[in-house]
């Protein structure tokens, strides 16, 4: 509660800083949609089965038993990851398997469990 949180007592604005910034700003489409992206990285069982496709291909029936979960569930957070383009699925006559949309994804969480061991 009685945290010391710097702050700046100037009230000089650094206008070469603030153009260059605003210049480089993305839309905010684009900031929407990579929060969204990262939502799926905020569940703990979308998490799991993002880190599962890291090892293998998988059909729903096997996430499902790892997860000791019901097919439903599992879906459910598989269609998730699809619309927010972590994981794609392949159709095999009818089983359908899933695996990471690219390897951008695999580079994100491997990304973020190394910044958590350092």
């Avoid at 910034?21 to 684009?30: A, F, G, H, Q, R």
């Avoid at 390897?103 to 969480?109: F, G, K, N, P, S």
């Amino acid at each position: 509660m009685g945290r010391n949180i710097e702050t700046c007592d100037c009230i000089t604005i650094h206008k070469d800083v603030v153009e260059k910034v605003k210049k480089n700003l993305k839309s905010d489409e684009l900031i929407q949609n990579v929060a969204d992206f990262f939502k799926a990285f905020s569940d703990s069982t979308r998490l799991k089965i993002v880190s599962m496709l890291l090892e293998e291909e998988m059909c729903v029936c096997d996430i499902a038993n790892v997860l000791n979960m019901t097919h439903s569930s599992v879906s459910h957070q598989l269609r998730v990851l699809r619309q927010l383009r972590v994981v794609k699925n392949r159709k095999d006559g009818k089983t359908v398997y899933y695996s990471l949309d690219d390897d951008h994804v695999r580079t994100i969480l491997a990304q973020g469990i190394n910044h958590l061991k350092h």
